[in-house]
Protein backbone atom coordinates (compact mmCIF):
# COMPACT_ATOMS: atom_id res chain seq x y z
CA UNK A 1 0.00 0.00 0.00
CA UNK A 2 1.10 3.60 -0.90
CA UNK A 3 2.01 6.26 2.12
CA UNK A 4 2.11 9.58 1.85
CA UNK A 5 4.42 11.63 5.58
CA UNK A 6 4.95 15.03 5.27
CA UNK A 7 7.04 15.45 8.49
CA UNK A 8 6.33 19.12 9.43
CA UNK A 9 2.55 19.73 11.01
CA UNK A 10 3.20 23.31 10.82
CA UNK A 11 5.61 26.05 9.36
CA UNK A 12 5.75 29.41 9.01
CA UNK A 13 7.79 32.22 6.92
CA UNK A 14 7.91 35.52 6.60
CA UNK A 15 6.07 37.13 3.85
CA UNK A 16 8.05 37.73 0.66
CA UNK A 17 10.91 35.32 1.99
CA UNK A 18 11.17 31.44 0.20
CA UNK A 19 9.65 28.45 2.09
CA UNK A 20 10.09 24.33 1.52
CA UNK A 21 7.10 21.95 2.41
CA UNK A 22 8.54 18.47 2.06
CA UNK A 23 6.74 15.19 1.53
CA UNK A 24 7.73 11.64 1.10
CA UNK A 25 6.07 8.81 -0.01
CA UNK A 26 6.34 4.87 -0.27
CA UNK A 27 5.48 3.26 -3.34
CA UNK A 28 6.75 0.26 -5.62
CA UNK A 29 5.03 1.29 -8.69
CA UNK A 30 7.03 3.01 -11.23
CA UNK A 31 4.58 5.37 -12.68
CA UNK A 32 2.34 7.82 -10.76
CA UNK A 33 1.59 11.40 -10.12
CA UNK A 34 1.97 13.65 -7.32
CA UNK A 35 -0.12 16.30 -6.29
CA UNK A 36 0.31 19.61 -3.89
CA UNK A 37 -3.22 20.19 -2.43
CA UNK A 38 -3.80 23.77 -1.22
CA UNK A 39 -6.66 23.95 1.69
CA UNK A 40 -6.92 27.59 3.04
CA UNK A 41 -9.74 28.54 6.12
CA UNK A 42 -12.37 28.25 3.68
CA UNK A 43 -12.04 24.47 3.57
CA UNK A 44 -11.63 24.11 -0.30
CA UNK A 45 -9.51 21.68 -1.72
CA UNK A 46 -7.17 23.46 -4.50
CA UNK A 47 -5.04 22.01 -6.91
CA UNK A 48 -1.46 23.73 -6.52
CA UNK A 49 0.41 21.76 -9.03
CA UNK A 50 1.37 18.16 -10.16
CA UNK A 51 3.97 16.27 -11.20
CA UNK A 52 4.26 12.77 -13.16
CA UNK A 53 6.71 10.58 -12.47
CA UNK A 54 8.25 9.80 -15.57
CA UNK A 55 9.03 13.59 -16.25
CA UNK A 56 12.24 14.80 -14.67
CA UNK A 57 11.84 17.69 -15.35
CA UNK A 58 10.73 19.49 -11.81
CA UNK A 59 7.28 21.48 -12.32
CA UNK A 60 6.37 24.98 -11.55
CA UNK A 61 3.39 26.75 -11.64
CA UNK A 62 4.24 31.09 -11.07
CA UNK A 63 5.74 30.98 -7.26
CA UNK A 64 4.93 27.42 -6.56
CA UNK A 65 7.67 24.77 -8.03
CA UNK A 66 8.82 20.85 -6.69
CA UNK A 67 11.29 19.10 -5.81
CA UNK A 68 10.59 16.03 -7.33
CA UNK A 69 13.53 13.26 -6.53
CA UNK A 70 12.31 9.96 -7.32
CA UNK A 71 15.15 7.86 -5.93
CA UNK A 72 15.13 9.65 -2.22
CA UNK A 73 10.62 9.29 -3.21
CA UNK A 74 10.33 12.73 -1.86
CA UNK A 75 8.71 15.37 -3.40
CA UNK A 76 8.94 19.14 -1.72
CA UNK A 77 7.35 22.15 -2.28
CA UNK A 78 9.06 25.19 -2.34
CA UNK A 79 6.88 28.85 -2.39
CA UNK A 80 8.63 31.69 -3.18
CA UNK A 81 8.23 35.36 -2.29
CA UNK A 82 5.32 34.32 0.11
CA UNK A 83 2.19 36.48 0.24
CA UNK A 84 -0.15 36.24 3.14
CA UNK A 85 -3.03 34.86 0.88
CA UNK A 86 -0.99 31.67 1.15
CA UNK A 87 -1.45 30.54 4.57
CA UNK A 88 -3.43 27.47 4.37
CA UNK A 89 -2.64 23.79 5.22
CA UNK A 90 -1.09 22.03 2.36
CA UNK A 91 -1.86 18.25 1.59
CA UNK A 92 0.65 16.76 -0.58
CA UNK A 93 -0.99 13.14 -2.32
CA UNK A 94 -0.07 10.03 -4.60
CA UNK A 95 -2.27 8.62 -7.41
CA UNK A 96 -0.75 5.22 -9.21
CA UNK A 97 -1.00 5.21 -12.87
CA UNK A 98 -3.46 2.19 -12.35
CA UNK A 99 -7.42 2.22 -13.12
CA UNK A 100 -9.12 1.72 -9.70
CA UNK A 101 -5.89 4.20 -7.87
CA UNK A 102 -7.36 7.19 -5.79
CA UNK A 103 -5.00 10.16 -4.29
CA UNK A 104 -3.72 9.24 -0.73
CA UNK A 105 -3.42 12.11 1.06
CA UNK A 106 -0.49 12.71 3.67
CA UNK A 107 -1.36 14.35 7.17
CA UNK A 108 -0.77 18.10 5.66
CA UNK A 109 1.36 20.92 6.96
CA UNK A 110 0.03 24.59 8.41
CA UNK A 111 1.72 26.90 6.76
CA UNK A 112 1.49 30.16 8.54
CA UNK A 113 2.99 33.69 7.01
CA UNK A 114 3.93 36.47 8.99
CA UNK A 115 3.42 40.40 7.66
CA UNK B 1 -19.88 28.87 -12.23
CA UNK B 2 -18.48 26.35 -9.74
CA UNK B 3 -17.48 22.97 -11.17
CA UNK B 4 -18.03 20.96 -8.34
CA UNK B 5 -20.77 21.99 -6.11
CA UNK B 6 -21.83 20.42 -3.05
CA UNK B 7 -25.26 20.84 -0.74
CA UNK B 8 -25.11 21.49 2.37
CA UNK B 9 -22.16 23.29 3.26
CA UNK B 10 -23.07 22.59 6.61
CA UNK B 11 -25.41 19.79 8.43
CA UNK B 12 -26.04 19.32 12.18
CA UNK B 13 -28.28 16.65 13.07
CA UNK B 14 -28.56 14.05 16.10
CA UNK B 15 -27.50 10.74 16.26
CA UNK B 16 -29.65 7.89 14.74
CA UNK B 17 -30.83 10.19 11.94
CA UNK B 18 -30.46 9.44 8.28
CA UNK B 19 -29.10 12.41 6.00
CA UNK B 20 -27.57 13.29 2.38
CA UNK B 21 -24.98 15.17 0.90
CA UNK B 22 -25.73 16.31 -2.60
CA UNK B 23 -22.48 16.66 -5.55
CA UNK B 24 -22.90 17.85 -8.65
CA UNK B 25 -19.93 19.02 -11.48
CA UNK B 26 -20.45 20.57 -14.21
CA UNK B 27 -16.97 19.84 -16.03
CA UNK B 28 -18.00 16.88 -18.30
CA UNK B 29 -16.44 14.54 -15.84
CA UNK B 30 -16.54 10.91 -16.14
CA UNK B 31 -15.37 10.02 -12.15
CA UNK B 32 -16.55 11.15 -8.89
CA UNK B 33 -15.31 10.54 -5.90
CA UNK B 34 -16.23 11.30 -1.95
CA UNK B 35 -13.52 11.67 0.61
CA UNK B 36 -13.95 12.35 4.62
CA UNK B 37 -11.44 14.44 6.74
CA UNK B 38 -11.29 14.10 10.61
CA UNK B 39 -11.04 16.44 13.21
CA UNK B 40 -7.20 15.43 12.45
CA UNK B 41 -7.30 16.80 8.66
CA UNK B 42 -6.42 13.35 7.35
CA UNK B 43 -8.25 12.72 3.87
CA UNK B 44 -9.33 9.27 3.23
CA UNK B 45 -11.27 8.59 -0.03
CA UNK B 46 -14.35 6.41 0.85
CA UNK B 47 -16.18 6.04 -2.88
CA UNK B 48 -15.16 6.41 -6.49
CA UNK B 49 -17.66 6.00 -9.46
CA UNK B 50 -17.15 6.01 -13.35
CA UNK B 51 -19.72 6.18 -15.41
CA UNK B 52 -22.67 5.94 -12.81
CA UNK B 53 -20.82 2.79 -11.73
CA UNK B 54 -18.87 1.89 -8.39
CA UNK B 55 -14.67 0.81 -8.65
CA UNK B 56 -14.06 2.06 -5.42
CA UNK B 57 -15.54 1.51 -1.72
CA UNK B 58 -12.86 1.74 0.43
CA UNK B 59 -13.78 0.05 4.09
CA UNK B 60 -16.48 2.26 5.04
CA UNK B 61 -19.29 1.21 7.10
CA UNK B 62 -22.51 -0.08 5.42
CA UNK B 63 -24.97 3.11 6.88
CA UNK B 64 -22.92 4.91 3.59
CA UNK B 65 -24.54 4.57 0.61
CA UNK B 66 -23.95 6.62 -2.44
CA UNK B 67 -25.88 7.02 -5.53
CA UNK B 68 -25.21 8.04 -8.70
CA UNK B 69 -28.05 9.00 -10.67
CA UNK B 70 -25.86 10.21 -13.69
CA UNK B 71 -22.55 11.06 -14.20
CA UNK B 72 -23.03 14.94 -13.06
CA UNK B 73 -24.26 13.96 -9.85
CA UNK B 74 -22.99 11.11 -6.71
CA UNK B 75 -24.76 11.80 -3.45
CA UNK B 76 -24.02 10.41 -0.22
CA UNK B 77 -26.45 9.03 1.78
CA UNK B 78 -25.75 8.14 5.35
CA UNK B 79 -28.12 5.89 7.79
CA UNK B 80 -28.28 5.70 11.35
CA UNK B 81 -25.69 8.79 12.15
CA UNK B 82 -23.09 8.09 15.13
CA UNK B 83 -20.88 10.69 16.35
CA UNK B 84 -17.92 9.04 14.84
CA UNK B 85 -18.94 10.34 11.54
CA UNK B 86 -18.72 14.19 12.26
CA UNK B 87 -16.40 15.46 10.10
CA UNK B 88 -15.92 17.20 6.42
CA UNK B 89 -16.96 15.57 3.53
CA UNK B 90 -15.47 16.48 -0.21
CA UNK B 91 -16.87 15.21 -3.11
CA UNK B 92 -14.47 15.37 -6.38
CA UNK B 93 -14.43 14.77 -9.89
CA UNK B 94 -12.11 14.07 -12.45
CA UNK B 95 -12.16 13.53 -15.96
CA UNK B 96 -10.95 10.19 -16.02
CA UNK B 97 -9.09 7.72 -13.35
CA UNK B 98 -6.27 8.97 -14.56
CA UNK B 99 -6.79 12.91 -14.26
CA UNK B 100 -6.13 15.55 -11.46
CA UNK B 101 -9.06 15.85 -9.22
CA UNK B 102 -11.46 19.50 -8.54
CA UNK B 103 -12.95 19.16 -5.15
CA UNK B 104 -16.35 20.70 -3.88
CA UNK B 105 -15.86 23.27 -1.22
CA UNK B 106 -16.99 20.39 1.57
CA UNK B 107 -19.78 19.83 3.79
CA UNK B 108 -19.32 20.08 7.54
CA UNK B 109 -20.95 17.32 9.04
CA UNK B 110 -21.61 17.95 12.77
CA UNK B 111 -23.55 15.02 14.71
CA UNK B 112 -25.20 16.52 18.47
Known amino acids: AQTVTQSQPEMSVQEAETVTLSCTYDTSESDYYLFWYKQPPSRQMILVIR??????QNATENRFSVNFQKAAKSFSLKISDSQLGDAAMYFCAYRGNNAGNMLTFGGGTRLMVKP | DTAVSQTPKYLVTQMGNDKSIKCEQN?????MYWYKQDSKKFLKIMFS???????INETVPNRFSPKSPDKAHLNLHINSLELGDSAVYFC???????????FGDGTRLSIL
Open chain 1, 51 to 56: QEAYKQ
Open chain 2, 49 to 55: YNNKELI
Open chain 2, 92 to 102: ASSRQLNQPQH
Open chain 2, 27 to 31: LGHDT
